[in-house]
């Protein structure tokens, strides 16, 4: 399965942006579905994923603000994301695998990655 990610852009501090996730060659189905994300000099860090069990997680940076969905008729996955903050800002990346539950916040714990979308928060 390949991944495009898009929906992100430039927004000012408090604002909203919905980012999507298509899956192509393949579904969801059956797999872990999570967005990550990396910011300029720091390591990619966790932010929300949807289980095999379809159970939602979410850092807890962004616990509250963002809210993940998956529309599986469209193999797309969904990342609301409502009161942005500055320190938000990053290449976002949707991810997906056949994840252990130890493993969903882990990087290592995903086969297909998605080639990212630039999100700017401004102050």
């Known amino acids: 399965v390949q991944l495009q990610a898009s929906g992100g852009g430039l927004v000012q501090a408090g604002g909203s942006l919905r980012l999507s996730c298509v899956a192509s060659?393949?579904?969801?189905?059956?797999?872990?579905i999570a967005w990550f994300r990396q910011a300029p000099g720091k390591e990619r860090e966790f932010v929300s994923v949807?289980?095999?069990?379809?159970?939602?997680y979410y850092a807890d940076s962004v616990q509250g603000r963002f809210t993940m969905s998956i529309d599986r008729a469209k193999s797309t996955v969904y990342l609301q994301m409502d009161s942005l903050k500055p320190e938000d800002t990053a290449v976002y990346l949707c991810?997906?695998?056949?994840?252990?539950?130890?493993?969903?916040?882990?990087?290592?714990?995903?086969?297909?990655w998605g080639q990212g979308t630039q999100v700017t928060v401004s102050s």
């Open positions: 949807v289980s095999m069990s379809r159970r939602t």
């Open positions: 991810a997906t695998g056949n994840t252990i539950h130890s493993a969903l916040k882990d990087v290592q714990g995903y086969s297909q």
């Open positions: 060659g393949g579904t969801f189905r059956n797999k872990a």
